[in-house]
């Protein structure tokens, strides 16, 4: 899956560049400082979680490639995740008929006793792939509407304990994630800064993102440079956990 993603990313985003006349390609990077948002303690399969609902920093990264041939969609491109850590205590002899089936595991060591409790951390990594036309466009206005899709992959580790051998499996979920996008952007009075707000809204409606900024352009470097700072709110994309905080980063247009 990882090797058709990248070849589908790396054709589409060669096919636009061919078919434009003029390009203009955007990147940028930063750290999304998330809090998980779930029950302090829950149980499910036979299993008890307590978070700790910290707050953990993530880097995220974009890129994206506008031309103006109207027909070929432009192209954007996304990477961020989500991280949730705590413990766990119960049965995870059973974690085929869990909400992990789709990891095809081999049952391994029985872990239920009263008195040990594991460490255990998920990460949700999502890989956005969005192609999206830009409907306005003008000096005060911007605003972009797309169809994407999103593929997770969850890192899903448990700690070992005197009882319990641990447990750790990273993989990619086989099931991309369909979601509509709208992205709009605008010119404040003050020259340099500028807002902007998106969202991507999973169809059928398991999930959400929304994330809204302000950039500061620095207009007198080569290339613009754009410092944002914004906020991001993630409902959740299948089983994955709810997740808001502010994010920062630095963006670059050639």
């Given at each position: 899956?990882?090797?058709l993603l ?40 036979e299993r ?59 049952k391994f ?146």
């Open positions: 899956m990882k090797k990248s070849i589908i990313v790396f054709g589409t985003v060669l096919v636009t560049i061919a078919s434009a006349d003029l390009v203009q390609m955007k990147m940028g990077a930063g750290a999304w400082m998330s809090s998980p948002s779930i029950n302090p303690s829950y149980t499910e399969e008890t979680y307590t978070s700790n609902e910290t707050a953990y920093i993530q880097g995220y990264a974009w890129m994206s490639v506008k031309h103006w041939v109207h027909i070929v969609p432009n192209i954007r491109i996304e990477y961020t995740a989500t991280e949730q850590q705590g413990k766990v205590q119960g049965d995870f002899d059973s974690i085929k008929t869990s909400d992990f089936a789709h990891y095809k595991t081999s060591a029985h872990f239920n006793t009263t008195s040990d409790l594991a460490n255990i951390k998920s990460i949700i990594t999502h890989y956005d792939f969005i192609p999206y036309y830009t409907i306005l466009d003008n000096n005060a206005w911007m605003i972009d509407v797309g169809l994407g899709i999103r593929l997770l992959k969850h890192t899903y580790t448990v700690s070992a304990t005197k009882n319990f051998p641990g447990y750790s499996e990273e993989k990619l979920l086989d099931t991309p994630f369909p979601f509509l996008y709208v992205r709009s952007r605008a010119q404040t009075v003050i020259k340099n800064i500028v807002v902007e707000t998106d969202a991507k809204l999973a169809i059928p409606p398991l999930g959400f993102d929304i994330r809204a900024k302000v950039d500061y352009i620095l207009a007198s470097i080569p290339n613009k440079p754009t410092i944002e700072v914004g906020y991001r709110v993630q409902g959740a994309f299948s089983h994955v956990i709810n997740a808001s905080g502010v994010y920062a980063g630095l963006n670059l247009r050639f």
